[in-house]
């Protein structure tokens, strides 16, 4: 009879409670004059950035911010950045001997006036946030934009897919077996041919694309959709194309996945019959 009621006692036992993370944005901006001297009057470097904070428990904020940020907290990055980014304005501009900061003019080091020089006023802006948050599994959103001078800034983004049960970064090959290989390679230059309005079998290069076979994109997200993929501008089409973003509907790629992948888009609230 004891060993009965030992057993009746520990199924009433309560279940353990799922935590609910405490997550907040957390905002910065920071101002680089090229001219300290004259603030009022200084061309300068501005930085903004949307942070995203997890306030509780402490070792899920600690596994996403090293996963984030590379870095055990926000403050730190912050100031990581705020550095890197002083020091490549300050050095971009190393060149320029002398300011007239109350009229902008500007010297070169034989103290010759530039007068073909757009004003130096660049920025730095980035953005970190959830863009599906979960209990056991997020993708987060990362998009930066730079500005340097000229005729446009430089724009990217990055997908992190977390496994926050495991505290683990999920990669593509958790997901798909052989990504490489040749049938994922034909599911996705067919989905960038639609992009492209290509018929199907037309060589890449005669839409938008820079060569016919296209590096394959690491940058991914997943949604009750299907598999994302994601390439910068620049990276397999010209920068006037702008980015290009594309999706595998979870039915055409389906076939080629792991049994261990589609278990783990469970904790996306993505469900695949295995």
């Given at each position: 009879?004891?060993p009965?009621?030992?057993?009746?006692?520990?199924?009433?036992?309560?279940?353990?409670?799922?935590?609910?993370?405490?997550?907040?944005?957390?905002?910065?901006t920071?101002?680089?004059?090229?001219?300290p001297e004259?603030?009022?009057?200084s061309p300068?470097?501005?930085i903004?950035?949307?942070?995203?904070q997890?306030?509780?428990?402490a070792?899920l904020?600690?596994?996403?911010y090293q996963?984030?940020?590379?870095?055990?907290?926000?403050?730190?990055?912050?100031d990581?950045?705020?550095k890197?980014?002083r020091?490549?304005?300050r050095r971009?501009?190393?060149y320029?001997?002398?300011v007239?900061?109350e009229?902008?003019?500007?010297?070169?080091?034989?103290g010759?006036?530039?007068?073909?020089?757009?004003?130096p006023n660049?920025?730095y802006?980035?953005?970190?946030a959830?863009?599906?948050?979960?209990?056991?599994?997020?993708?987060?959103?990362r998009?930066?934009?730079?500005?340097?001078?000229?005729?446009h800034g430089?724009?990217t983004?990055?997908?992190?897919?977390?496994?926050?049960?495991?505290?683990?970064?999920?990669?593509?090959d958790?997901l798909?077996?052989?990504?490489?290989?040749?049938?994922?390679r034909?599911?996705?230059?067919?989905?960038?041919?639609?992009?492209?309005?290509?018929?199907?079998?037309?060589?890449l290069?005669s839409?938008?694309?820079?060569?016919?076979?296209?590096?394959?994109s690491?940058?991914?997200?997943?949604?009750?959709?299907?598999?994302?993929?994601y390439?910068?501008?620049?990276?397999?089409?010209p920068y006037?194309?702008?980015?290009?973003e594309?999706m595998?509907?979870?039915?055409k790629?389906?076939?080629?996945?792991?049994?261990?992948?589609?278990?783990?888009l469970a904790?996306?609230?993505?469900?695949?019959?295995v």
């Amino acid at each position: 009879m004891l060993p009965l009621l030992l057993q009746a006692c520990e199924t009433l036992k309560p279940k353990s409670k799922i935590v609910k993370p405490q997550t907040s944005q957390w905002y910065y901006t920071y101002s680089i004059l090229l001219t300290p001297e004259n603030p009022g009057n200084s061309p300068e470097m501005e930085i903004s950035m949307s942070l995203y904070q997890v306030k509780y428990p402490a070792k899920l904020a600690a596994f996403v911010y090293q996963a984030l940020y590379s870095s055990p907290d926000l403050d730190s990055y912050k100031d990581r950045i705020i550095k890197e980014q002083r020091d490549y304005y300050r050095r971009s501009l190393s060149y320029l001997k002398d300011v007239d900061s109350e009229n902008l003019r500007i010297f070169d080091s034989e103290g010759v006036e530039i007068t073909d020089l757009e004003t130096p006023n660049w920025h730095y802006i980035e953005k970190i946030a959830p863009i599906s948050p979960r209990y056991s599994g997020i993708v987060i959103q990362r998009t930066k934009e730079v500005y340097t001078g000229g005729a446009h800034g430089l724009f990217t983004k990055r997908y992190f897919v977390l496994d926050l049960d495991a505290q683990k970064q999920v990669k593509i090959d958790d997901l798909i077996d052989d990504y490489q290989g040749d049938k994922v390679r034909e599911l996705i230059y067919d989905e960038l041919r639609k992009y492209s309005k290509l018929d199907k079998g037309k060589p890449l290069s005669s839409g938008i694309y820079l060569t016919d076979e296209p590096e394959l994109s690491f940058n991914f997200y997943v949604n009750e959709e299907g598999l994302g993929l994601y390439w910068d501008p620049y990276e397999i089409a010209p920068y006037s194309e702008g980015s290009i973003e594309i999706m595998l509907p979870w039915k055409k790629i389906r076939p080629l996945m792991l049994s261990s992948g589609m278990e783990l888009l469970a904790k996306f609230n993505i469900y695949l019959m295995v």
